[in-house]
């Protein structure tokens, strides 16, 4: 996706999460690999310990959204993004310590590589197709917005054909 796209959707995305009320964002990464999404797993004792997750995180102060998600997708999985190459939607949650965090998910192009995990924030990763999702647990909006990313109907080079989902 061109640069300037995808600045004119982060604009919109950061307005839309002020009108809402919503300080604290963060970013998911979707990395598709020979038809297979890539999720990680949380580890015990933090917050939702031992459910799988997009790779991602929070936002840091000044960077963008595109910045985040290159940066946690690297940090949280050794992978390097290629680019980013579409912006898949967003949805809201709450933790212990944040009442509204609005989660914002990408496709990104990754660069081969093995997975290597942070330890402190996940402990196993899978690479998992639509058979593989009901065995591993999820927070129900993670496993609504992986299940439209492993079932929705994909155009040639993988990415979903029609506008993103919310």
């Not at 790779?55 to 290159?70: D, Q, R, W, Y």
């Not at 946690?72 to 939607?89: D, P």
């Not at 212990?96 to 990408?106: E, G, H, L, N």
């Amino acid at each position: 996706m061109r640069p300037e796209a995808l600045a004119r959707i982060e604009q919109r995305l950061r307005a839309g999460a002020r009108r809402d009320g919503v300080t604290d964002l963060v970013v998911g990464v979707a990395v598709f690999r020979d038809g297979r999404l890539l999720v990680v797993r949380r580890v015990p004792g933090s917050d939702l310990g031992g459910m799988y997750e997009l790779p991602g995180g929070g936002v840091e102060a000044g960077e963008t959204l595109i910045e985040s998600a290159v940066r946690e997708l690297y940090e949280e999985t050794g992978l390097v993004a290629r680019c980013i190459t579409e912006f898949l939607g967003w949805f809201d949650y709450a933790t212990r310590t944040k009442p509204k965090v609005r989660k914002f998910s990408f496709l990104a192009d990754a660069e081969p590589g093995e997975i290597t995990l942070e330890p402190d924030e996940h402990d196993a990763y899978a690479w998992i197709d639509a058979d593989a999702l009901g065995t591993l647990p999820m927070a129900p909006d993670m496993r609504e917005a992986v299940d439209l990313l492993i079932t929705e109907e994909r155009g040639p080079a993988g990415i979903r054909s029609g506008p993103p989902n919310r």
